[in-house]
């Protein structure tokens, strides 16, 4: 309390505000670097489904797919960081909310990043085997197909597409707007405003990235159906946001910005959040596992089935063990979480099982008959350059957007709040 | 009540700030000076006071944690001992140790425990329960939950010393410092505290003894259903109707071209107690049918096979391993599914022949006496006693749908067994186990003996009494 009147605030046009030019020299070298591994990752990922030996004729676009959920669902996670901290009027997370504000506007070049699979979904087999109807001849019953064809079909799958995206890029500019302008006027109202409207926004957006991992996640194998997926895919998507603003937060130090602004109390904060949705993420996913598993149900049993055989059972061992098992007991101590160093560590480890995680979800699926495989090593080695190239690009995105505006809010009404947080 | 009421009843002592910051200011400055045993009372929780006051951060995250660990472990072992161990049950068709179906109780321990590690090690760390403290005794104290804040030095400390002490807080600016003395209240616990004790204590039994007077008593009211649901269960037995399917039939029919579990096992030999071979040999025809005809009953498309004709070359031998496991399972099958009317001893006086003799049933067909030397393997082979009791012979209904095959043969197999006992010779048995046959010979004709003249005494008593 004591603390508040005694911290000065910088002017808003403080060097400490800007992106530091140790990391603004990296948005070419993202850009293009981003570019070329992403084309060279689809190259290597297209020749690994032309191969004759492997059956897997949608591995180049689950690839694609795969390194687009990856960066998408960090965009969206930092979308509902901002939502939820309006919601509740945090105070504590205003010096790092301009970091999930960043990120959360990278959705609209996301919907640019979206058409490869737009086009995919058009074509037969390309990445959806619901588009292959001699797929659906073998593998779904006709009663079932009477009715899922309704919605798996390429028009209705692109018109909500459509309603997605015009829901996130009007959400995320709307927020983004806000606190940009903010940075400006310095009004209070504008924070108001966000707040009144953050209601709202997360009913919109818990729908659509529910309809939106169904949509992209779920229906890779048309028969099978968790009504549990989309709080899945949202659990993996919060916590890597979480661990996104961590790393970011701590690079953004290292050179320099926000260095009295962001300190150990929003590190031991956002660690506390990142042990949260891991345990989150870990009882959303057993909880999908034990209903199938416990209910056998051979049309809902066949995704665990597929992801039990091969080298695939490897990775679900290691889902359980180092996504959940290893970070849980990581990130659990208080000294840990006030040490922004380690956490920072933690977030990058828990973003790399984070690609992990949804590799095991789409991947299997580029399969054709029972057993997926990960097609060796190129195929392996090409979706992570997918991933890594896909992000670097968004991240150079970032990079450009940070550099023509602010990394922390800088007139928000709760900033002097925020840096005078401390945890009890 | 250790301290002695002669002695000063110096507890330690409370300054009172009217400013957070004085506070902090304050409690540095103690502190620096060394003082260990101390303590902050504020309206409200104060950022930094830990630090400001040189509180080491505390174990109780240890503590819950440790707690956590034994409830997991405690929910694991618990499921693990009672459902694949102790009470092996098959629920659902999982393995009896299957984690996944552990977890969630594993889980809910994990917190329960954990919770009260933190609670309750929350109480332990703080000394709690704890029903007063001195400090209480201070007139001032009370606005510690108003706006005042409030610093205390406890006179236990090693560098207590009253004047310097109050010098210390003065310098502080305190305006108000006071030495805490012992609370001179009664200590004595009002009289009511111990009414309403025994009489929550009363209460409390009171359920109890409803349940217990409910036990024991007689009513002709209809028994009160705490779970109707589970007193009247909506399922269906055999024989019953339903709604639930088309026939109307609660007992399902077998799905057409399953087997169930057991059926088609061991070759035709061991399932027909004929020699195949032979059988191939002077009728072919009929050696087809009958596999033809095992074949459709196991596609549950046909009836069973008709009584093979007599001339039919059963089986001389029992076509699955005889050993005394195989003997202790026939002779077990034997008291459940043939005693009832062959006897225990196989001499056909089993109780629904006592009892069916004495009613004097018209219909009644004694069963065979299975000493009879017609029954014996040279008149009557392995093989056509087990047809016997798959398919069933005048009155007696056949067992295949009761007994299993294996059984069947455990049966035949125990049936000579009983044979041989009753004519075998002394010198069969083993020359170690002569002795113990002889004095169980013994023992068993002297038990004859006493029972004999226990009847003829009772007999003539009651000719007596009739007298």
């Known amino acids: 309390m004591s603390e508040h009147a005694a911290t000065k605030l910088k002017p808003a046009d403080d060097p400490a505000y800007k992106l530091p030019a140790c990391l603004g020299k990296f948005q070419l070298p993202l850009l293009g670097g981003g570019l070329a591994l992403l084309l060279v990752g689809l190259f290597l990922a297209f020749s690994v489904q032309s191969n004759e030996d492997v059956s897997m004729p949608r591995f180049g676009f689950s690839a694609y797919l795969t390194a687009y959920l990856y960066t998408l669902s960090i965009c969206l996670g930092c979308l509902f960081f901002v939502l939820i901290q309006h919601l509740v009027r945090a105070g504590w997370s205003v010096v790092v909310r301009r970091i999930a504000e960043l990120m959360m506007i990278m959705i609209w070049p996301m919907a640019v990043l979206f058409l490869p699979i737009l086009f995919a979904a058009f074509q037969e087999n390309a990445l959806f085997a619901w588009t292959n109807p001699d797929y659906i001849a073998e593998f779904v019953p006709e009663r079932a197909w009477e009715n899922k064809k309704l919605f798996l079909n390429p028009t209705f799958f692109a018109i909500r597409a459509v309603v997605y995206f015009t829901i996130w890029c009007s959400l995320s500019l709307y927020f983004w707007r806000g606190s940009v302008l903010q940075d400006e006027t310095g009004e209070r109202a504008a924070t108001d405003r966000m707040q009144l409207w953050s209601g709202p926004a997360v009913m919109l957006f818990a729908l659509s990235v529910s309809f939106a991992a169904f949509d992209w996640g779920m229906s890779l194998a048309p028969m099978w159906f968790s009504t549990m997926f989309g709080v899945y895919f949202f659990a993996g998507s919060i916590l890597a946001a979480h661990c996104f603003i961590c790393v970011s937060a701590f690079l953004l130090q290292r050179c320099g910005a926000a260095k009295d602004e962001i300190t150990v109390e929003h590190y031991h904060d956002l660690g506390k959040y990142m042990f949260g949705f891991i345990v989150f993420w870990t009882y959303i996913g057993f909880s999908q596992y034990l209903l199938i598993w416990y209910g056998a149900i051979p049309e809902e049993a066949e995704w665990f089935y597929t992801r039990q055989l091969g080298s695939f059972a490897g990775i679900s061992i290691a889902l359980v063990l180092l996504h959940w098992l290893l970070p849980f007991f990581g990130t659990m101590a208080r000294t840990v979480r006030r040490m922004p160093a380690v956490m920072a560590l933690w977030a990058v480890y828990i973003l790399i099982m984070h690609f992990v995680d949804l590799f095991w979800v789409v991947m299997p699926e580029a399969r054709v008959g029972h057993h997926a495989h990960v097609g060796g090593a190129l195929g392996v080695i090409a979706c992570v350059l997918c991933a890594v190239g896909l992000l670097g690009l968004v991240l150079g995105l970032v990079l450009r957007m940070a550099a023509s505006s602010h990394v922390v809010a800088v007139r928000d009404p709760r900033l002097r709040e925020s840096i005078a947080f401390e945890n009890f | ?467």
């Open chain 2, 1 to 467: 009540m250790s301290e002695s009421k002669v002695e000063a009843t110096d507890h330690g002592m409370v300054a009172e700030f009217t400013t957070v910051d004085s506070l902090l200011a304050a409690c540095r400055r103690v502190r620096d000076a060394g003082y260990i045993k101390t303590d902050a009372f504020t309206p409200f929780p104060v950022h930094g006071i830990d630090k400001a006051l040189g509180i080491k951060p505390t174990i109780l995250p240890w503590i819950c944690l440790v707690a956590g660990i034994t409830g997991t472990m405690t929910a694991l072992v618990m499921q693990i001992w009672m459902n694949s161990i102790d009470y092996q049950y098959i629920i659902s068709g999982k393995p009896f140790l299957s984690l996944p179906a552990f977890i969630p109780v594993a889980f809910e321990l994990t917190i329960l425990f954990a919770a009260f590690g933190a609670f309750f090690g929350m109480w332990a760390l703080n000394g709690l329960p704890k029903f007063s403290n001195p400090v209480f005794t201070d007139p001032r104290f009370d606005r510690a939950t108003d706006d005042r804040f409030f610093l205390y030095i406890d006179s236990s400390d090693e560098r207590y010393d009253e004047e310097g002490v109050r010098a210390l807080l003065g310098e502080t600016g305190s305006d108000y410092i006071n030495k805490v003395v012992e609370d001179e209240s009664p200590k004595q616990v009002p009289k009511f505290i111990y009414s309403v004790w025994a009489l929550s204590v009363a209460a409390s039994i009171i359920p109890l003894l409803c349940v217990l007077t409910m036990r024991v008593t007689n009513s002709s009211k209809p028994r009160f259903h705490i779970f109707p649901d589970m007193d009247f269960s909506p399922a269906r037995d055999a024989q019953q109707t339903t709604s639930l399917f088309g026939d109307n039939r609660a007992m399902r029919p077998d799905v057409p071209g399953t087997v169930a579990r057991g059926q088609l096992s061991g070759s035709m030999e061991a399932l027909t107690g004929i020699d195949f071979d032979a059988l191939t040999a002077v009728d072919p025809g009929a050696a087809a049918q009958l596999v033809a005809a095992y074949q459709d009953e196991a596609a549950g498309t046909t009836t069973p096979p008709a009584e093979p004709v007599d001339d039919t070359p059963w089986l001389d031998h029992i076509p699955v391993t005889v050993d005394e496991a195989l003997l202790a399972r026939g002779k077990q099958q034997f008291g459940i599914y043939c005693s009832v009317c062959h006897g225990m001893s196989g001499l056909g006086n089993g109780l629904v022949n006592q009892r069916a003799t004495e009613k004097q049933f018209d219909t009644w067909v004694p069963p065979s006496n299975l000493h009879d030397t017609a029954l014996y393997s040279e008149t009557y082979p392995d093989g056509k006693l087990f047809s016997t009791i798959t398919n069933g012979v005048r009155k007696m209904a056949g067992y295949a749908s009761q007994i299993e095959v294996q059984d069947r043969w455990a049966i035949v197999a125990y049936v000579r067994a009983l044979q041989l006992s009753q004519n075998a010779p002394l010198d069969v048995v083993p020359a170690e186990k002569q002795a113990e046959v002889k004095a169980a010979v013994e023992a068993a004709k002297e038990n004859l003996k006493r029972q004999e003249e226990a009847a003829a005494k009772a007999a003539a008593e009651r000719e007596k009494e009739q007298n």
